[in-house]
């Protein structure tokens, strides 16, 4: 008897086993066609990104963070407001990799975030046009304009935090509109919002996509937004690794969150809060318009246009895809650094979805009238795709830039032992912080930002990180205090780093 | 709308932001990831105060309290004065050095030359209120790695950095 009943625990437990791999395969399992595509969009996409890929440390595309993040992720510190907490982990991942420098490696993540988002909203779109015909041919066509629009392909080849973001867009896109019940549904939609609020700050943006009914009727709303809610609360918990890091006392820790107010300020980005400005607005709306055409070319946003006009997408669903364009628009209109363009991602993809719209329709005309087969629509698509990666390719390609290697090999080898270096722009402090504490080069020197001098947190950062740098008072923190309390060490001021890599080419040419 | 109608507005729409886009993003000149100084710095009258890579410093006879303030002034030909014939603004600013509850006796500002720099004569000048001109001050280059441009002027208001 003991026998049949562990027969019959095994029975029920396969059976559960069973369900919840089902429960998994509905959220997972495309047909043969999405397969299809699945596949054929990475390899694609995965081609071409990896010839365009950043062999290394880039300044290519606005990448100039780069130095900053790798350097965190590699020194188990924390990176710059709001610390990323979500891609450092994911980073130190990809570091692990055993091919390629450490810079190539994180880049590595970049890519991978982008593809999956492309195959992600490629899931979306086809939720969304779910019951038309060519729904999965129009998903497709657009999810690779998507890859290949300038944005979102200058974000893949470099390290920044915007192809994961990207990634996290998509699936809360995906988790918005996938209607079907699932086990843990919830609780997993609210933990991936709380693990992109991990990201970046602006998936605030993107929360209200969570808790939209995109169907007439779903049961249980309470305890399902009850669900959702916890789950975003128990992601978000992933800044807690921050404090974790920063009392191990890393070379990058910034705003050294080891108390509840450092943290905060950390996450809310404080230093950047006065970046908000209405002063660009009428230009950047200009430039908005430029930047969306630069995306998708003009048949691509003609094409978006008459499906938004054709209100073949319902109100329902549009209405969540209206407030993520809007919001994600108005975001970065309004902030004030020199790349906020990049926050408009989450728009570029929102007209992704209204180009497939325009692609269905315009197909199934075709199609009706004409009686066009499908290897023809297949080629146009190509065709269409080939023309975006071609007038592409030369503003996003990272793969010959090397000013930040050439830069950071270059003040390593060229400065004298013990030296003092300090710098003045984001390209030098970060690509030497690269060299310096991630490679671990030139243990003998001393990088100072002279910019950061200015908060406490960096003042301490600077004391423990360099136990021999004889340190001012903590009132007059300067680069002349710090010279002449080290007045026997030699220094070099990197103001900017066009003008060190003017010197060398001078020092270069004499020596020819 | 029927679908003729929505590809003229369709086409319409891409005609009007083609004609208004620009190609570029508006943005401050220097805004990135390490927070700039402020554009207007207060200290205790004994401190040096770190301008980016300069810095400023200030000898006074100070009673309690003393302070400065030392304000970055961008396009300083317009907003103060143009530069003497042959010179040239050679930093993008002046610096606006003001004391309170203290007596001045001397500012000193330093600035790290640039290779730019290296070929020219350069010279800190003081704005002179009375004949609205600028004046130049005693100015030397010390140091290496790289030098620094640095100047001693005697008064409160506006210094630039001139070349030529």
């Known amino acids: 008897m003991p026998c049949s009943g562990s027969n019959s625990q095994r029975q029920s437990f396969i059976i559960k086993v069973r369900q919840r791999i089902s429960s998994l395969a509905l959220f997972i399992s495309p047909s043969h066609t999405a397969l299809f595509h699945e596949v054929s969009m990475v390899l694609i996409i995965g081609t071409v990104y990896g010839c365009t890929l950043a062999p290394g440390l880039t300044w290519a595309n606005g990448g100039t963070d780069g130095g900053d993040l790798i350097t965190a992720a590699a020194t188990h510190g924390v990176a710059h407001p709001s610390g990323y907490p979500l891609y450092l982990l994911l980073a130190e991942l990809f570091q692990w990799i055993p091919a390629g420098t450490l810079a190539f490696r994180t880049n590595l993540l970049s890519v991978v975030c982008a593809i999956t988002a492309s195959v992600f909203l490629y ?8 019951g038309k015909p060519y729904n999965r041919l129009a998903s497709w066509g657009s999810a690779l304009l998507f890859g290949f629009s300038h944005l979102v392909w200058s974000q893949a080849v470099i390290t920044e935090v915007y192809a994961l973001q990207t990634l996290l867009t998509a699936l809360i896109f995906y988790l918005a509109f996938f209607n079907r019940q699932w086990r843990y549904q919830d609780i997993v939609c609210g933990l991936v919002g709380g693990l992109a609020l991990g990201n970046h700050l602006t998936s605030l943006l993107l929360i209200p996509l969570l808790f939209w009914k995109t169907e007439e009727f779903v049961p249980g709303t309470k305890r399902r937004t009850f669900l959702r809610a916890i789950g975003i609360l128990i992601g978000t918990l992933i800044y807690l ?10 070379p990058v820790s910034w705003n050294n969150p080891t108390t509840l107010s450092s943290l905060f300020q950390l996450i809310t980005g404080q230093i950047y809060q006065g970046y908000f400005t209405l002063l660009y607005l009428p230009d950047r709306l200009r430039g908005l318009a430029g930047l969306f055409i630069d995306q998708f ?25 209206f407030w993520v364009f809007l919001s994600s628009c108005c975001f970065a209109l309004v902030y004030g650094t020199f790349d906020s363009y990049v926050y408009v991602i989450p728009a570029v993809m929102v007209f992704s979805i209204w180009i497939a719209g325009g692609i269905q329709e315009i197909v199934d005309i075709l199609s009706s009238n004409r009686k066009l087969s499908q290897p023809a629509i297949y080629l146009a698509l190509l065709l269409a795709i080939a023309y975006q990666i071609f007038s592409t390719i030369p503003t996003v390609d990272a ?3 090397a000013r930040a290697e050439t830069f950071g090999i270059a003040v390593m080898q060229s400065v004298p032992e013990n030296s003092l270096v300090f710098t003045g722009d984001d390209e030098s402090t970060f690509a030497l912080w690269y060299f310096h504490f991630a490679l671990k080069q030139r243990p003998d020197i001393t990088v ?10 960096y003042q301490r950062t600077l004391e423990y990180t360099y136990p021999d740098l004889i340190v001012p008072d903590s009132g007059s923190f300067t680069v ?14 990197i103001d900017n780093y066009r003008n060190y890599l003017n010197i060398l080419s001078k020092i270069n040419s004499k020596n020819q | 709308m029927k679908k003729s109608t929505r590809l003229i507005v369709a086409i319409f729409l891409v005609v009007i932001l083609s004609v208004t886009a620009i190609g570029v993003w508006a943005a401050p000149a220097r805004v990135g990831t390490v927070p700039v100084l402020s554009e207007n710095i207060s200290a205790g009258l004994s401190e040096v105060v770190n301008i980016g890579t300069g810095t400023v410093s200030v000898q006074a006879d100070a009673s309690s309290g003393g302070s400065m303030n030392i304000e970055k002034i961008a396009d300083p030909s317009t907003k103060i004065g143009l530069p003497p014939e042959g010179w040239v603004f050679l930093l993008d600013q002046a610096l606006k050095v003001t004391i309170s509850n203290g007596l001045m006796n001397s500012v000193h500002i330093c600035v790290p030359q640039a290779p730019d720099m290296v070929t020219k004569t350069t010279v800190f000048h003081y704005w002179n209120p009375e004949n609205s001109t600028w004046t130049p001050i005693p100015t030397e280059v010390t140091g290496e790695n790289p030098p620094m441009i640095c100047g001693t002027g005697s008064a409160e208001g506006h210094y630039a950095l001139l070349g030529k």
């Open chain 1, 241 to 250: 690794i921050l404090p974790l890091r920063a009392i191990q006392n890393p």
């Open chain 1, 448 to 457: 100072i930002s002279a910019d950061l001098l200015q908060f406490p947190w």
């Open chain 1, 399 to 401: 793969s010959k830039d």
């Open chain 1, 297 to 321: 070319n003009a048949i691509g946003m003609a094409v978006g246009f008459f499906s938004l006009l054709g209100g073949r997408i319902s109100l329902r669903k549009n209405i969540p895809l």
């Open chain 1, 480 to 493: 002349e205090s710090i010279r002449r309390n080290n007045s026997t060490r030699p220094y070099y001021v």
């Open chain 1, 123 to 130: 899931r979306v779109t086809c939720l969304i046009l779910d």
